[in-house]
């Protein structure tokens, strides 16, 4: 790691020296150090190392904030624990902030004053990132983004290969040489965004998307320019570079014009666009913008597609993604679509807002530098996985449809793992 300078230590300390930010300073100063959040990290409940309690990362920050910013820390640091910026610091932050937390937000929701850990996480994080400090993989994915429009860096000559590939599976799997995925059509209802792994790795979530649309006579489309639901500057924390993937997004509906904007399956893609886009970009979106789930959901209760539950008779689970439940208020619409598509649906213990992460949120799934802790912390998800005794995991994000596969490999669950659009698919008649 590079050491610290005077510039840096700037950069990191005007992040915490805000005026507008009101809500971090009373956060930093809210936590009473009851260690009720202990209990609801995976961090912390796999490792038993007390270095991850969620409370001991808020105090990290707050020990900066005291140390400058208050009399006191100024004046008598080692009374009020206050520390320094200096390189034993921002190693530690660089280890407990981005390679100790998901960004979940369980704590959040067990605190027993309210105090938002995430929220302080991502300051401290954004602290590291105006310094310089982003771990080396998770910067590479978010530079992709920046240079190429997709985080995987895929061209637009193999984007348009792979679409026109998934299109010829369509057609012959409704039996309809009409069968289309339309790309950069103006006008349309529709302008639907995937994460950039379902081109480069799991194409077939691609067609299964089109056949509802198909089975639902939707006006959609796709763009080659801006396809990516994806944001991971909002796990590196780097407002600036929020901004620019954010505002891509919204000149891409502009120049659609297209009147709704659908969200594909990515919890962050989903919270980063619709709740964190506008304060990126400073202004509110002109036109709807909605998950896919949510969209499902609707074709399912307007009649526009009616699937057979008794295609799949296999035991189905979910997994709540964090930043579509928690996150984002998504629960009750996958529990819909699963109920109208499955014959038999056990719920995992707990789910819902109260769910536990799969263990690859919070950019844990492109920090490789932190690979054997975030298979470690996955302990929690197998545990509850084989007590539904599913043969079907689903889960509407692809970065759980990633971390799912990985542990199901590494824990030998022998389950299958498969997106809700893909449940939805497999359900509708051919």
């Known amino acids: 790691m590079e050491k610290t300078d005077d510039i840096k230590i700037k950069r990191g300390l005007d992040v915490l020296n805000s005026h507008k930010d009101s809500k971090l300073i009373s956060h930093l100063n809210s936590c009473v150090h009851c260690g009720l959040c202990a209990k609801t990290c995976l961090y912390y409940l796999t490792t038993k190392d007390e270095r991850f309690i969620p409370a001991r ?113 369509l057609q012959d799997e409704c039996n309809d040489t009409e069968a289309r995925i339309p790309l950069n059509e103006h006008g349309k209802n529709v302008l639907y965004t995937l994460n950039p792994r379902e081109p480069k790795f799991f194409p077939l979530s691609i067609s299964a998307m089109a056949k509802v649309f198909y089975a639902a006579k939707e006006s959609w489309t796709l763009s080659t320019n801006m396809y990516d639901v994806t944001n991971y500057a909002y796990f590196s924390s780097h407002p600036g570079e929020a901004k620019k993937i954010a505002q891509r997004m919204y000149d891409e509906m502009h120049k659609m014009k297209a009147k709704r904007l659908v969200l594909g399956e990515c919890g962050h893609g989903v919270r980063s666009n619709r709740w964190e886009a506008s304060n990126y970009i400073e202004k509110e979106f002109p036109f709807e913008a909605i998950t896919s ?42 529990r819909y679509i699963l109920k109208n598509c499955v014959n038999d649906l056990v719920e995992m213990t707990p789910h819902g807002t109260d769910n536990f992460c799969c263990g690859g949120g919070g950019g844990q799934l492109a920090m490789s530098e932190y690979n054997d802790r975030r298979l470690k912390i996955a302990e929690l998800k197998i545990g509850q996985i084989r007590k539904t005794g599913a043969v079907i995991v689903a889960t509407p994000c692809h970065n759980c449809i990633d971390q799912l596969i990985q542990i199901n490999v590494t824990y030998n669950l022998n389950v299958q793992i498969k997106t809700l659009a893909e449940i939805v698919a497999d359900s509708l008649p051919v």
């Open 293 to 334: 789930v949510e969209l499902m959901a609707e074709y399912i209760r307007d009649g526009r597609i009616k699937p057979d539950k008794e295609r799949i008779k296999d035991t189905v689970t979910l997994h709540d993604p964090c930043n579509l439940t928690r996150g984002s208020g998504v629960i009750k619409e996958q």
């Open 57 to 169: 990362k808020v105090e990290l920050v707050s020990s900066i904030y005291r140390r400058y910013f208050t009399f006191t820390g100024r004046t008598f640091p080692g009374l009020v624990k206050a520390r320094e910026l200096d390189d034993k610091t921002v190693e530690e932050m660089v280890d407990l902030l981005y390679g100790a937390c998901v960004m979940c937000g369980r704590c959040v929701q067990h605190c027993s004053i309210g105090v938002d850990i995430e929220y302080v996480v991502r300051k401290g994080r954004e602290m590291l990132a105006e310094m310089g400090y982003v771990p080396g993989s998770l910067q590479s994915t978010v530079k992709a983004a920046l240079e190429t429009g997709n985080n995987m860096g895929i061209s637009y000559e193999d984007f348009v290969d792979t679409v026109e590939w998934m299109e010829e599976e």
